[in-house]
């Protein structure tokens, strides 16, 4: 068992040494994170750090399927979230954070080899299917911590970890726009349906009457707010063929205003109950990729110049409370219809501790 940090912190394990059993195992993962299986919000008695941000598992294990995805995979990655306080795990999303820390860790732990200067490898995103190549700087075969990366939102520098996410469109929904339309109107807002990797519902913050630069605390402080963006949320669920999403952990919601800071557009993700203080790596890509999808409501709050130039960009930069995260988008338009080929981001990850957990 590892504990890493860096862009997120989680536990990684080998899949071999947790139970087979699924119920086994996610009562293992609750007792290591909150010290219970009753739910403890404080996690007091455990390892986790009292907020989703904090309570992240990666179950890691050489590729099952050789040719995952129509695409050689060469590790297998299980992410699951504790549901903090509750007692309970999901396993209906990914975490792209957390997918940073996957090679070093296989690396640390003899699933694969490092190679000079650079180890990449392809890893299968169990929980949505999706293949990403993740690129890790080893020089003389050993891994490297230190650099100059910057990831707002994250303390310190790093070295750079590349994400090059490859098969993530509709991954969990089916489908990039699942209700088959660039806008719908639930309860009366406009919103944009996606995933690229993870299933958000992205609307105006100014038809919720807000300016899209309150702080977590006012947005959180908001209850009337936060209600009516849970009862959307609820209708989204069904229009994106993910049924009913009361205990689920997706889809994410996203409230988009004018860019402030020269960014492409701005963002307040609710994940889904509680403000991220940043944003997650695959929600940027799925914010990111309804920048460059035609007539989508992020249309109408790009600026001008970025609005006409969309198009012929790959580097988006998505502005969030933290500061901003750049998705390197490689896409086209054929028949009038978006393809995107690959959507690449910056990590960093580092190992914090390893050893043995002691389950009560």
């Known amino acids: ?10 536990l990684f394990f080998k899949a071999e040494d947790l139970p087979t059993d699924e119920n086994e195992r996610n009562r293992c993962l609750l007792l290591a994170m909150e010290g219970t299986t009753e739910g403890d919000p404080r996690q007091i008695d455990g390892l986790g750090g009292a907020t989703s941000l904090t309570s992240k598992v990666a179950i890691v294990s050489k590729s099952i399927t050789p040719e995952a995805g129509c695409r050689p995979a060469d590790l297998d990655y299980l992410f699951v979230q504790v ?13 792209g954070n957390i997918l940073a820390g996957i090679v070093p860790f296989a690396i640390e732990s003899g699933m694969i080899e490092a190679t000079h ?22 020089p003389n075969g050993q891994i490297e911590t230190k650099g100059n990366a910057k990831v707002d939102g994250v303390p310190g520098t790093a070295a750079p970890i590349i994400c090059n996410y490859l098969e993530t469109v509709g991954s969990t929904c089916g489908a990039l726009l699942p209700t088959g339309h660039a806008k719908d109107v639930i309860e009366g807002v406009e919103a944009t349906c996606i995933d690229n990797g993870m299933p958000i519902v992205i609307m105006r913050a100014s038809d919720f009457g807000l300016v899209g630069n309150e702080n977590k605390e006012v947005l959180e402080a908001n209850e009337p707010l936060r209600q009516q963006i849970e009862n959307i949320r609820l209708k989204a669920g069904h229009l994106m063929n993910l049924g009913d999403v009361k ?28 403000v991220h203080e940043a944003i997650g790596v695959l929600a940027a890509v799925s914010v990111a990729t309804a920048c460059v999808v035609p007539d989508t409501v992020c249309q109408g709050v790009m600026s001008e110049q970025n609005s ?19 998705v390197n988008l ?6 009038s219809q978006i393809v995107i080929h690959k959507s690449g981001v910056i990590r960093t990850a580092r190992l914090l501790s390893k050893g043995e957990l002691f389950v009560p």
Not at 330 to 335: K, L
């Open 117 to 138: 200067p650079v180890t990449a490898a392809r890893i299968n995103i169990i929980n949505t299917g999706g293949i990403c190549e993740v690129v890790v700087q080893t």
């Open 330 to 335: 490689e896409y086209e338009f054929i028949d």
């Open 247 to 274: 205990d689920q952990t997706i889809p994410k919601m996203c409230l988009v205003s004018p860019p402030e800071k020269g960014g492409v557009v701005n963002t307040r993700m609710f994940i889904p109950h509680v």
């Open 1 to 10: 068992m590892q504990l890493r940090g860096g862009s997120s912190k989680g």
């Open 308 to 326: 006409s130039l969309i198009v012929h960009r790959s580097s988006l930069s998505i502005e969030h409370p933290s500061g901003e995260f750049t």
């Open 83 to 95: 549901v903090v306080g509750k007692g309970k795990v999901s396993t209906t999303q990914t975490c």
